[in-house]
């Protein structure tokens, strides 16, 4: 029997609330996909920062890389700025693994409140390749001046032909194995004078081994307002670091799924494990009450056997989170309208596969 | 009488053929409103540039100086690349005459169409402030390495604490002029490691100057998709000049407002003259069909008017064109769902004053 070794990290807040609803659920499929799971767990969070300085130990990454696949809970914690939290652990495990791909689906789905007009399930379904690894995040830079009126503050942003040309031709990539062969481009040429100009002259060099995907680009102001005005129009969006992070929560809040969207970090080569998360936070506000919704995680943990090559298993759990979610009689956690809590909507999710 | 002497600039494209509309609007509300008018009308734009190489003349900025404010269409041609056409004409613009604020409003206006479901005239409005002359917008960096494996290009956002405090101090000070004392902040700063927390530090120690006004701060990804969530939330957003681009396109595509919302780029201390402009770009997809919508063009009049000092003015064109989108048999362009063409349009707003 085929077996996969996971490494679970809870993280922080609603991350360790979600986390055992996803648990419970690849448990299931597993079950009925015949093939093995090994779970271990590993607490590192804002909490073991604030015992021991660190984020996770200095061998947490050569730890993490014997597992086959990590899935992630959600990191962070008020107390704990932010730029310390997630240089000290997400970021790190994107870089040094080559999680260079983040694949998000914008899908609209059955039973979640939509935020715009007119829009059934079916009519907004694409997907954002974004930059994972370079790019406009970047500790290239600092604070000049410190406590003179000259103070300031400066970041160098880094777009490598090498990172640049392998995201886009994922993309392409993608395209074609969906069989949606239209990729667009985020830029901002106009303004960011010299990364989006290269981008964009890579854009169209990269497009001209994929003759037959039809390709556009629009500046990330306007594309941001087309998210709103005609997400129909989408296959394959295409961006970097920072224009896939902004696009990849829009996408999510025009479909009304900020709390149920995944987040794939992914190295292609496979040589390295890649990483499962749900879109949302540690949403401090409401943790310890038991009441997030569990489905971001679920569905990450489909995308994760989708990648370690175990399709039936991941579509058994999307197949299950929506027909769960069509069900009038469903346990509905809050964000999605009703008062059921995580335990409740994940069980129900179990219960369905 | 007291008379304005503005400066004129159509550019490219719909930016030609809005402008008219605009300044028949201004000259019937001079007359009403009893001062005077005179404009002098500039040709720069990529036309230009394609005949002569300069988006300007050499002594263009002078020229500029000697008005009370200035109107600009749209610029940018498919021909011309952006990073030409804009860096030669609008941003010198913005930068020189040190217009470092760039204000936007967001609003629901009646008989426009909007892509949220359940929303009225009224739920929606709110203003973006956005840093207009430095940030994420410059010229330090470029390409490395060109034609070899380990090519790459380098863009350097730079934040001096004058030009963030300066952006920071005026929308607060915006909050407190209006009466709604709530200024929400837009960063990254938990991947964007120095630029962003040094914009979060500056953000938190300006607000203890206005400690009568709410504060907040979300990341730019979850900020964009609040603004499709919960819109009504806002009441001035500050952004940096790359941020308040995005949320400033965003702000009006989630109002259906794209084609109807104005920009005006503010030098607050008047030592130079101020620049008023429509949202929309050139659209050449639609130039020469004289069917764009003229209104931005005629709200970027209106807000000039208020800058002058003209707030009754500006209040009559406000009230012009909302009064005409609010009538059923108003003339409608295709982007608000009619037939009509943009002279009819500008007409019935002109016939409304
Ligand atoms: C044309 C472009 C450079 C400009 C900008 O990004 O500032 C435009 O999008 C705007 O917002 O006025
Ligand atoms: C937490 C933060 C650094 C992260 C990012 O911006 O990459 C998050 O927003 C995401 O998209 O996974």
Redesign the pocket.
């Given at each position: 029997m085929k077996s996969y070794d996971i490494a679970v990290i809870p993280g922080d807040g609603i991350g360790t609330e979600v986390m055992p609803e996803a648990l419970h659920v690849l448990e299931r499929t597993a079950e009925l996909c015949g093939f093995g799971l090994k779970f271990r767990t590993y607490d590192w969070s804002c909490e073991t920062w604030l015992k021991t300085g660190k984020m996770m130990p200095d061998d947490g990454m050569s730890q993490l890389s014997q597992h086959d696949s990590i899935l992630l809970g959600a990191v962070?914690f008020p107390s704990v700025p932010?730029h310390i939290s997630?240089w000290g652990l997400?970021?790190p495990i994107r870089r040094e693994f080559h999680q260079y791909v983040?694949l998000r689906p914008v899908r609209l789905l059955p039973g979640i409140p939509c935020p715009l007009a007119n829009k059934k399930p079916g009519d907004i379904d694409f997907w954002i390749v974004r930059e994972n690894c370079e790019g406009e995040?970047s500790q290239i830079g600092g604070v000049f001046g410190e406590g003179t009126p000259a103070e300031g503050a400066m970041q160098t942003a880094v777009f490598t032909r090498y990172g640049t040309d392998r995201i886009l031709r994922y993309a392409f990539d993608y395209a074609r194995k969906l069989g949606r062969p239209h990729v667009t481009s985020a830029t901002k040429s106009n303004g960011l004078f010299h990364s989006m100009p290269y981008w964009d002259s890579r854009f169209a060099d990269i497009g001209k081994d994929y003759p037959e995907v039809r390709t556009d680009q629009y500046h990330i102001d306007i594309l941001a307002a087309r998210f709103v005005m005609s997400p129909e129009r989408f296959d394959v969006v295409v961006g970097s670091?920072l224009f896939g992070?902004i696009l990849?929560?829009l996408g999510p809040g025009v479909t009304g799924t900020i709390a149920v969207a995944p987040?794939a970090n992914i190295n292609p080569e496979r040589k390295y494990p890649s990483m499962f998360?749900p879109?949302h936070?540690s949403a401090p506000d409401i943790a310890g009450q038991f009441i997030a919704n569990p489905i971001g995680q679920i569905w990450a943990a489909s995308m994760m056997m989708d990648h370690l090559g175990e399709p039936e298993a991941a579509n058994l759990i999307m197949k299950a989170i929506e027909t769960v979610l069509d069900r009038p009689d469903a346990p509905r956690t809050p964000d999605i309208g009703g008062t059921a809590g995580t335990k409740e909507l994940g069980a129900a999710i179990k219960a369905q596969i």
């Open positions: 962070g932010d997630l997400l970021i983040n995040y670091n992070d990849s929560d987040s998360e879109v936070g």
